[in-house]
């Protein structure tokens, strides 16, 4: 299972830190990704992190902004998002895989309920 938490609403330029709380098995034994849906949008593929860990993938849209790191410890990855604009509304999901085609979002089979993001301008 997959727990997502740490949305919230914040002013643009600001920062906010998501969770994703994995059970049942070693976040290190998945890939986790993070993928947002905004309304009457496509889900998009925001940022992920392979099994090993060795390799981190982001959006082009999030480059620079936002950083994708685990905690093996406490079983949890998190997106820390810096800089935030309103575009970066929308509800986030975190993911995981057992694979690493990380960056498809069809290619995940665990789904977190999602936690709301809400940028002001």
């Known amino acids: 299972q997959l727990q997502a938490s740490g949305g919230g609403l914040v002013q643009a330029g600001g920062s906010l830190r998501l969770s994703c709380a994995v059970s049942?098995?070693?976040?290190?034994?998945?890939?986790v990704g993070w993928i947002r849906q905004a309304p009457g949008k496509e889900r998009e593929f925001v940022a992920a992190i392979t099994r090993s860990a060795m390799n981190t993938y982001y959006a082009d849209s999030v480059k620079g902004r936002f950083t994708i790191s685990r905690d093996n410890a406490k079983n949890t990855v998190y997106l820390q998002m810096n800089s935030l604009k309103p575009e970066d509304t929308a509800v986030y999901y975190c993911?995981?895989?057992?694979?690493?085609?990380?960056?498809?979002?069809?290619?995940?089979?665990?789904w977190g309920q999602g936690t709301q993001v809400t940028v002001s301008s």
């Open positions: 049942g098995r070693t976040v290190s034994s998945v890939s």
């Open positions: 993911a995981a895989q057992i694979r690493t085609i990380v960056v498809v979002t069809t290619s995940y089979e665990y």
